[in-house]
C-alpha cells in the first residue's frame, strides 16, 4: 500500500504525484494509523507553498473524487478529531472551505472543546470565511455555545483590533443577547475586553443595554467598574437604565459616588440618573455625598433635583446628617437650597439643637436669619438657649438672647436657663435675664433655687448679684439644702448680711458646729465676729453622744480643736449649757482622758471650772431668755433715788451697748423666753443688786457659790 507516499504527495502539493497514486488504486483514505490525506491537505504545515489556497482545493477535489470522507477527522495531529473544514476554516483556506461545505462537509460537529468550524474561524479572525459560513449554516450551528459557554458572536465581541468577524456574525442573524455561563452577553463581553468598536456596532444593532448578568451587573454598570467612562455617554443614549438598583443595592450613581468617579458622576446626572433614587438599604445619592463631606457633589446634586429635605431610614434629614458631622460648608449649601430648619430627627434632634451641640456658630447664625424656632423643646425639655448655656457658647448664648430665646423655660427637670447661666458662669446672660425680670427664685424640680447653684458652684459675682436684686437666703429644697448649706466659706458672710437664718433647717443648725470639728479656725472666726446665732443642738452631733445638748465650745473640746476652743473662751462665744456639759458633767472629763492628743482641751477646761466668773454673761443670757414677753425688753427701766425716780436705759438699748459678741446680743434681744421674771427685777440688777432667780437654770446660780 502507498498510504504513507499519498499523504507525502498530498503534505508536499504534488499534484501529479497525488493523481497518479490515487490512479493506481494502490492505497488507503482512511488509514487509522495516521491522518487521512484530506486533513493533511488543509493542514498548517502542509507543503512548500502553504499559502496556495487553489492548489489545496485541487488536491482536495481529486480526494474527494476517489471517495475521501469530507467530515474526516484528525487522528494523530494536535487538533485531535478536527474535520478539514474545521481546519479550513482555522487556516483561513476560503476556496477549501467552500468545496469541503459543498461537498457536504457537516457544518454542526463540534471539536472535543465544543467548537465548531465558525468558532474556529472567528478565533482567528477570518471574515470571509465568517461571511460564507453564516450563509450555510443553521441559527442553531449559528448560536452554538462551547464547552467555555461562548458563542462565535460573544468570540467576535471580544476582539478589539476588527468588527469584521462580528458584523457578518451579525448580518447572518446570530443572537445578540445570548449569555454565557457567567451570564455576559457579548456587550458585556466588549464592555469587559473595552472593545470600543464592538460595543458602538452593538448599540447600532441593538443590543440589550439593561440585560443583568449572574452577578448582577448591567452593561452600564460593567463600564463603570472599568472606568471605561467613554461608553457611559452611548449606553445613556441607547436606554441604559441609570436607576437601576442592583442585586446587591446599588444604583450606577451611588457607585460611582462611592468610587469617586467624577466624570461618570456628572454623564449620569447630565443622562437623567436621578439623584433622589434610593438604594436598597435606604441610601440617597445626597445623603452619601453629605456622609462623605463632599461640597462639590452636594452642589451637583442638589442642581439636578436631588431632594433638600428627603428623611433617610433613620430619619435624618441632609441637614441634620451635615450638622451631626460638623461639616459647615456642607450646611450652608443645604440652607441656602431650602433645608427645612426645623426638621425633627426620630431622636427629636433637629438642627439648631445640633449645631449647638457641635459648636457651629455659624450655622446657628444661619439658622436664627432662616427664622428657626428659637423656643423649640426637646425631648428632655431643653430649649435651644439651655444648649447653648451647658456647652459654654458665649456667642451663641448672644445670638440667643438678641434674638428673643425664652428665659423663663423650664426642662422635664425643672432647670431654666437662668439656673444654667449660674451654672456655668455666663455673667452677662445672668445680668441680662435680671434686667429683663428673670424670677431668681424660681425652684427647679428639686426645689434648688439660682442662689443655691451659684454658691454650689463659687460664682462670687452671681452670688453678690443676686443678693443685691434679693433673693431670698432662706429656702430649703425638698432634700433639706439651703444656701448655707451649698455656700463656700468666703460666701458665707455675704449671705449673713443678707439676713439668713440658720435654724430654718435643721441641717444649717449645725453648720458652725461642724465647721469647729473639721477644723476650719479661720471660718469660725469669721462666723463668730459677724453674729453667727449661738446655738445649743438637741440632736446627736458626731462625735458627741445623745443625752447633753452640744454646744460650739463642747465641739472644738471633744474634737481636740485648742485653738478654736481658746478663741470661744477668749470671745465669751457660750451658750447657756455649756456650764453644765461642760464644768459639772462628770462624764466629760473622762471622756477627754482618753484622747492622748486632748491635753490642751483639758486645760481649757480646767481653766473653765477653776474660774466660773468668767462666764458671768452666760448667766445674764439665761436671765435675759427667761423674760416671758418681747415687748417687755422694750419697756423703760425707772428706779427711785431718794426723791426723785431716775430713767434707766431699756433692756434693749443695755444690751445693745453691752461689749460683747453680736451673736450673744441677738441670743439677749430674740431668744424665745422660758420662764418668767418681771421688770422690776431687771431694774435691781440693773442698780447692782444681789438678786437670786429661781427662774435661772444656769447650774452656777444654783451651785454653792450663792447664785449670780
Excluded at 444604583?251 to 439623584?275: C, D, V
Amino acid at each position: 500500500m502507498d498510504d504513507s507516499k499519498l499523504n507525502k504527495a498530498v503534505f508536499d502539493q504534488n499534484i501529479d504525484e497525488v493523481r497518479r497514486i490515487l490512479k493506481s488504486g494502490n492505497c488507503s483514505l482512511d488509514d487509522l494509523d495516521r491522518d487521512p490525506p484530506i486533513i493533511v491537505c488543509v493542514s498548517e504545515e502542509a507543503g512548500p507553498h502553504r499559502k496556495d489556497d487553489a492548489k489545496r482545493c485541487r488536491i482536495l477535489k481529486l480526494l474527494v473524487r476517489n471517495g475521501a470522507d469530507v467530515n474526516a477527522q484528525t487522528r494523530v495531529s494536535r487538533l485531535d478529531k478536527s474535520t478539514a473544514a474545521m481546519l479550513a476554516a482555522e487556516r483561513g483556506y476560503l476556496k477549501c472551505l467552500q468545496f469541503l461545505v459543498e461537498s457536504g462537509a457537516d457544518l454542526s460537529s463540534t471539536s472535543p472543546g465544543g467548537d465548531t468550524t465558525l468558532t474556529f474561524a472567528v478565533r482567528r479572525g477570518h471574515a470571509d470565511c465568517v461571511k460564507y459560513l453564516t450563509k450555510h449554516m443553521s441559527a442553531t450551528a449559528l448560536n452554538h455555545v462551547t464547552d467555555d459557554g461562548e458563542t462565535a458572536l460573544m468570540l467576535a465581541a471580544a476582539c478589539r483590533e476588527d468588527t469584521q468577524c462580528l458584523q457578518h456574525l451579525i448580518e447572518g442573524g446570530a443572537d445578540l443577547n445570548i449569555k454565557d455561563s457567567d451570564g455576559n452577553t457579548a456587550l458585556m463581553l466588549a464592555l469587559i475586553n473595552k472593545s470600543a468598536k464592538s460595543i458602538a456596532l452593538l448599540l447600532e444593532k441593538g443590543a440589550d443595554v439593561n440585560t443583568m448578568s449572574s452577578k448582577g451587573d448591567t452593561p452600564l454598570m460593567l463600564a463603570l467598574t472599568r472606568r471605561y467612562t467613554e461608553v457611559v455617554t452611548p449606553l445613556l443614549q441607547h436606554g441604559a437604565d441609570s436607576n437601576t438598583v442592583l442585586p446587591y443595592g446599588q444604583t450606577p450613581l451611588l457607585f460611582s459616588l462611592r468610587k469617586r468617579y467624577n466624570r461618570a458622576i456628572k454623564l449620569l446626572l447630565e443622562n437623567g440618573a436621578s439623584a433622589n433614587k434610593v438604594s436598597r438599604n435606604g441610601e440617597t445619592p445626597l445623603m452619601f455625598a453629605i456622609e462623605n463631606n463632599r461640597a462639590s457633589w452636594v452642589t451637583l446634586l442638589l442642581e439636578n433635583g436631588a431632594d433638600v429635605n428627603s428623611v433617610s431610614q433613620n430619619g435624618e434629614t441632609p441637614l441634620i446628617a451635615a450638622l451631626r458631622r460638623k461639616y459647615s460648608k456642607v450646611v450652608s449649601l443645604l440652607l441656602e437650597r431650602g433645608a427645612d430648619i426645623n426638621a425633627v430627627s426620630c431622636n427629636w434632634e433637629t438642627p439648631i439643637f445640633l449645631a449647638l451641640e457641635n459648636h457651629l456658630i455659624e450655622a446657628v447664625e444661619l439658622l436664627l436669619e432662616k427664622g428657626v424656632d428659637i423656643n423649640a423643646v426637646s425631648n428632655n425639655g431643653e430649649t435651644p438657649f439651655m444648649v447653648a448655656l451647658k456647652n459654654g457658647h458665649a456667642e451663641a448664648v448672644t445670638l440667643m438672647l438678641n434674638s428673643g430665646a425664652d428665659i423663663n423655660a423650664a426642662s422635664n427637670s425643672g432647670g431654666t436657663p437662668f439656673m444654667l447661666a449660674l451654672k456655668f458662669n455666663h455673667k452677662e446672660a445672668v445680668a441680662f435675664m435680671i434686667r429683663k425680670g428673670v424670677n431668681i427664685n424660681t425652684l427647679s424640680q428639686n426645689g434648688e433655687t439660682p442662689l443655691m447653684l451659684a454658691l454650689k458652684f463659687g460664682h462670687t459675682e452671681a452670688v453678690r448679684f443676686l443678693l443685691e436684686k434679693g433673693a431670698d437666703v432662706n429656702s430649703v429644697s425638698n432634700n433639706g439644702l439651703t444656701p448655707l448649706a451649698c455656700a463656700r466659706s468666703n460666701h458665707i458672710l455675704d449671705l449673713l448680711r443678707h439676713g439668713l437664718n440658720p435654724t430654718i433647717s435643721r441641717k444649717d443648725r449645725g453648720f458652725l458646729h461642724n465647721k469647729v470639728c473639721e477644723g476650719r479656725r479661720p471660718v469660725v472666726r469669721n462666723l463668730i465676729l459677724n453674729g453667727f446665732p449661738l446655738l445649743d443642738l438637741n440632736e446627736t452631733i458626731w462625735p458627741i453622744g445623745e443625752t447633753l445638748p452640744t454646744s460650739p465650745l463642747a465641739m472644738s473640746l471633744y474634737c481636740n480643736r485648742p485653738d478654736i476652743a481658746k478663741y470661744i473662751v477668749i470671745n465669751n462665744f457660750f451658750t447657756r449649757y455649756d456650764i453644765v456639759s461642760l464644768c459639772w458633767d462628770p462624764e466629760v472629763r473622762p471622756s477627754l482622758h482618753h484622747d492622748g492628743q486632748a491635753r490642751e482641751c483639758l486645760e481649757i477646761l480646767d481653766f473653765l471650772s477653776a474660774r466660773p466668773q468668767s462666764l458671768q454673761n452666760l448667766c445674764l443670757v439665761n436671765i435675759c431668755s427667761a423674760l416671758n414677753q418681747d415687748f417687755v425688753r422694750d419697756v423703760p427701766c425707772t428706779v427711785q433715788d431718794k426723791d426723785r425716780w431716775i430713767c434707766k436705759p431699756t433692756f434693749r438699748e443695755r444690751v445693745q451697748s453691752l461689749e460683747i459678741p453680736s451673736s450673744l446680743k441677738e441670743e439677749l434681744l430674740h431668744q424665745t423666753p422660758t420662764a418668767y421674771i418681771c421688770c422690776h427685777s431687771w431694774n435691781d440688777i440693773a442698780l447692782g443688786k444681789r438678786v437670786r432667780f429661781e427662774a435661772c437654770h444656769c447650774g452656777y446660780c444654783e451651785g454653792e457659790n450663792g447664785g449670780c
